[in-house]
């Protein structure tokens, strides 16, 4: 099957250009002072030059009542863009370390071969517009873990160092190669940290300390709390000099409490990825001991074969193992901001997007929930409760209603989404194409094709 349950596929329509334009939104405004009921997000272009209550909107701007709740897009600062396109895995039992894992033959059966070979038959590129559409299902607006590397074509003898324009289905920000954000790619996204050569670390540094580079984000200590290969990598890290302002720690599971007051000393960031954590450790980062520390914190997936299939998964995930604590750490407000603000400011955007404000990009979620409470309908909402997203203006996917409201009746794919139409600003062509394309080259090696999310 290549969608999970009810996750398929209609296929209908022609191509439509996604075009930011002058547009009103009115429903509850989730701003950084908090909700706003009956209020209005203006948009011109690609920026949101009003929002609040009391918005005056100017003759002639189309006005649309989403009858939902307004968020600022969720950021995906933890991801691992085209290995979204396959699907769940377990390795059976939990592992000391990251290390462990990726060598097991299992891994390398369901996934490690059939990735590499996908890559390497070219079909990398249809991997990353399926993940684009991955995490526009679960809400997102920006997400990191696009490799250039994932992206080698027929004809290529070596991988391409930059992104190559025509491999991007444009919707979604790929922070640290084609985010299409002012001031260029400031974002460093490094699996492997401990594996740079001198060199490399020293421009890193160089980098983060001069201001060319805002964000790095750095897979560490992702283990078992005791696991002695995890446990020493902080302190590798720091030896290296890369413990400063602007890192952030992926995964993090094996930091104690002192590293965390390191951490928080030296302004250095979380990221927090819980399911994945679990499933392939049993454990996750003590974010208690972080948050008590003054550590800022960012939720993301990981990815789809160990983690969620998109943002708005993972924050129910969290919600829910927040609720089995004694003393849950989080409110639901916090998870929210974890999504959004903290991930923005932590990734080196949080001048561009992150909050919905005057000046900010039009980067924005909408919600369908009769909870009262927008932060806990946002952490226990279901990906088909995704409304519309709108990514630099620009609706790009959503409610075929909705969706038809804001840029008019031109067609484009349909996706069925946990039982509601969803509108997908590309023409059916290119999504059939994707989708068929994947199908076929996994299929060759023994895998199946993800699918678009969970309908719980």
Known sequence: ??????????????????????????????????????????????????????????????????????????????????????????????????????????????????????????????????????????????????????????????????????????????????????????????????????????????????????????????????????????????????????????????LSEANFADMAKAHVGLVWSPRSNFELYGSTANVAGAKRAGVTMAIAPDWSPTGSDGMLEELKYAATWNATQDSPPFTDRELFEMATRNAAGLGGIGAQTGEIAVGKRADLLVLMSADGDPYGALVHASVGDAAMVMVDGAAVYGDAGLMKQVRGGAGAALLSVCGRAKELGVGSDAWTATVAELTAGLGRWGAGLSGLGHCR
């Not at 390497?120 to 679960?138: I, P, T």
């Not at 873990?145 to 027929?154: I, Y």
Request: proline share 5%.
């Open 1 to 254: 099957m290549i969608f999970r349950s009810l996750v398929g596929l209609l296929l209908v329509g022609v191509p439509v250009p996604c075009v930011a334009q002058r547009v009103a939104l009115r429903g509850t405004v989730v701003m950084a002072s908090g909700p706003v009921v009956q209020g209005t997000v203006l948009i011109d272009g690609s920026r949101i030059v009003a929002a609040g209550a009391d918005v005056k909107v100017p003759a002639g701007v189309k006005v649309v009542e989403t009858g939902g709740i307004i968020y600022p897009g969720l950021i995906d600062l933890h991801d691992h863009v085209t290995w979204n396109a396959l699907g769940r895995w377990s390795a059976g039992v939990k592992s000391g370390a990251r290390y462990d894992w990726q060598q097991m033959p299992e891994y390398q059966m369901a996934l490690g071969v059939p990735h590499m070979k996908m890559v390497a038959e070219g079909n990398g590129c249809a991997a990353e517009r399926y993940a684009e559409v991955k995490s526009l299902v679960g809400g997102a607006t920006s997400q990191a873990g696009l490799s250039p590397r994932d992206l080698t074509e027929p004809g290529m003898t070596v991988a391409p160092e930059s992104v190559p324009a025509h491999c991007l289905g444009g919707w979604v920000r790929e922070l640290g190669v084609a985010s299409r954000l002012d001031g260029g790619e400031t974002l460093r996204y490094e699996v492997f940290p401990l594996g740079l050569d001198q060199v490399q670390v020293t421009m890193l540094a160089g980098g983060l300390k001069d201001g060319t580079i805002k964000a790095a984000m750095f897979h560490i200590a992702e283990g078992d709390a005791q696991n002695a290969s995890a446990r020493r990598e902080f302190g590798m890290l720091k030896a290296r000099g890369l413990l400063v302002p602007g890192v952030s720690i992926i995964h993090g599971v094996a």
